[in-house]
């Protein structure tokens, strides 16, 4: 068998028995690793016709794994309007203006990233705006959370919303003193509405945008992912497997809709596949910080009235996490909110207690994750550690949001973002990024992560004693990743058996300042034992 030998490195496996090493082989046909060790360890085991690569001392870590992402979202951002740089509702009534000249009329101007924390009214927009720059065109734009969609009049009147539809359960639409509509619409329920009107990009168009992200995700180190989507983009990456054209690993976490498919064998979890699988469902629990839809135990403050939306009535949750435990699936919670997240605990225990232990022990893939968790008290940061629920975090969400927990949360944003908190607990961790929300960049991330803050910001460290050990950081971006999405026995570590995923370092990040760790960036990824990016 051909293989690949990697020699004269500096390698942190990830791998509690063999921590550190200098060299790995792996196989070609397979691409997993068949020795780790030192450099006459792997020459031997490789065998005289094996190719040897050098990698003069650079440092080697296993792939990177975002464990949250939004992968065909994150590639539509630079098909659609990017509202992210605007400072105000009418900078991006601009860029809808100049985008609807160069659409035919009738036909949908879409896009998003659009943030009204970063305005100096910080009010919601209206439809009125909207109109003014697109009179022709229904125009609808996600906010950059991905919660609020705001819309013109005429997307309006095609989705049949007026003054006397009603707020549909799990979602709002937010309406002016006379009862009328403003334009925004709350949460995914509320959404739906206008969102099931749009068609999306031709799938070639689909594909080609898949492909040119999927080579920037490898230029980071990323070689694995869990995305968070729907059935059509798992059809779009299947099409792309079937071609040999999707380059990375792609652990496919579904909106909760296709559950009776994945009950009936339509759609089948863990089919064998090294690039794509469908490994479990993704629950709302309830909203975001920013567009103040995150389910609260109190109030925001100012706004007495206000706790958040409970995405999930609290019934349909339970239903929820108790078929999918039956099935043996990943269940990804959405909890922002400390309400949100006591919910999805009780779901969780409740599914738990129902199940025999020798059942737990029969659904060895089996696991309960809560994302985000940015505001959680610390009874349920308990709960989640004797239930052995993992904690799905993405450190650069505590760099943007500073502001506006300190705003919105009041005094409770101290408890925000509580990453050190969960470790010590022993609650696991697994690192994302939740792009297109944020960055996907894992050193920027990891960064994030220890030093609470962006080396580009110029700003101190946030709630710095919740800052996360780089050791513990990296884990979590790997072997953590890997668990977080059942599948630690294929990825995470550089251990024999194991693929051969890995990115190559120019320095060694332990002994080197962090804000080095950033601009240096990555040298080379590799997949399956073959270099897909950098050089060697």
């Known amino acids: 068998m051909s293989r690949i030998a990697y020699l004269n490195g500096n390698l942190y496996t990830m791998d509690e028995t063999r921590p550190r090493a200098q060299a790995l082989a792996v196989e070609r046909e397979s691409g997993r690793i068949v020795a780790v060790g030192d450099d006459a360890e792997v020459r031997r085991a490789a065998g005289g016709q094996a190719e040897l690569i050098d ?17 065909l979202a994150t590639a539509y951002r630079s098909h659609d309007i990017d509202a992210a740089a605007c400072n105000s509702a009418d900078e991006v009534a601009q860029l809808v203006r100049e985008r609807a000249t160069r659409t035919p009329v009738g036909q949908w101007v879409v896009g998003g990233q659009w943030d009204r924390n970063r305005w100096s009214t910080r009010a919601f927009p209206s439809r009125e705006v909207l109109d003014a ?21 005429l997307a309006l009147a095609r989705a ?28 995914g ?72 498919e994945l009950r009936a064998g339509v759609l089948k979890a863990d089919e064998e596949d090294a690039f794509l699988r469908i490994g479990g469902i993704k629950i709302f629990a309830d909203g975001t910080l920013g567009s103040q839809t995150a389910a609260m135990l109190e109030s925001y403050e100012g706004s007495a009235s206000n706790y958040g939306i409970l995405a999930t009535p609290e019934e349909q ?14 269940i990804a919670i959405h909890a922002i909110g400390d309400r949100a997240a006591r919910v999805a605990l009780d779901a969780i225990e409740l599914a738990r207690r129902q199940l025999t232990e020798q059942e737990r022990r029969a659904r060895g893939r089996l696991r309960y994750r809560l994302e985000h968790l940015q505001l959680v008290q610390p009874a349920d940061l308990e709960r989640m550690r004797h239930l052995g629920v993992i ?17 919105y949360w009041g005094p409770r944003h101290k408890q925000a973002y509580a990453y050190r908190s969960m470790s010590e607990r022993g609650i696991p961790l697994a690192l994302g990024s939740d792009a297109p929300v944020e960055l996907f960049e894992p050193l920027r991330i990891v960064y994030a992560a220890v030093k609470r803050t ?3 910001s110029g700003r101190p460290s946030w709630l710095a004693e919740q800052a996360l050990p780089l050791s513990t950081a990296l884990y ?52 399956g034992g073959q270099p897909v990016f950098g050089d060697l």
Request: charged fraction near 20%; glycine fraction near 8%.
């Open 189 to 260: 329920a509320a959404m739906e509405l206008v969102a099931r009107l749009i068609s999306s990009p031709s799938p070639s168009l689909a594909r080609q945008l898949l492909e040119e992200t999927c080579a920037s995700l490898l230029r980071s180190g990323i070689t694995a992912i869990h995305d968070i989507e729907d059935r059509a983009t798992y059809d779009l990456l299947a099409s792309l497997r079937a071609a040999g054209r999707l380059p990375l690993r792609v652990r496919m976490i579904l909106q909760r809709h296709p559950l009776p």
């Open 133 to 153: 720059a697109a009179p022709e065109h229904p125009v609808a734009l996600w906010s950059k959370d991905g919660h609020l969609l705001w819309v013109n009049s």
């Open 476 to 527: 979590a971006y790997t072997l953590g990743a890997a668990y977080a999405g059942a599948e630690e026995a294929d990825r995470g570590s550089l251990s024999v058996g194991k693929f051969g995923d890995a990115v190559v370092l120019p320095e060694d990040p332990f002994q080197i300042p962090p804000e080095r760790l950033v601009s240096n960036g990555v040298q080379a990824t590799i997949v």
């Open 454 to 456: 962006d080396p580009e």
């Open 317 to 330: 949750m339970r239903a929820l996490v108790r078929e999918a435990s039956e099935l043996n699936l990943i």
């Open 391 to 407: 904690a799905s975090i993405q450190p650069y969400h505590a760099v943007a949001d500073r502001d506006i927990a300190e705003r």
């Open 55 to 71: 990698l003069r001392g650079k440092t080697v870590l296993p792939g990177f794994i975002d464990a949250h992402i939004h992968l």
């Open 160 to 187: 049949g919303i007026t003054a006397e539809t009603p707020d549909p359960p799990g979602g709002a639409i937010l309406r002016d003193g006379s009862g009328q509509p403003t334009g925004i619409l709350q949460e």
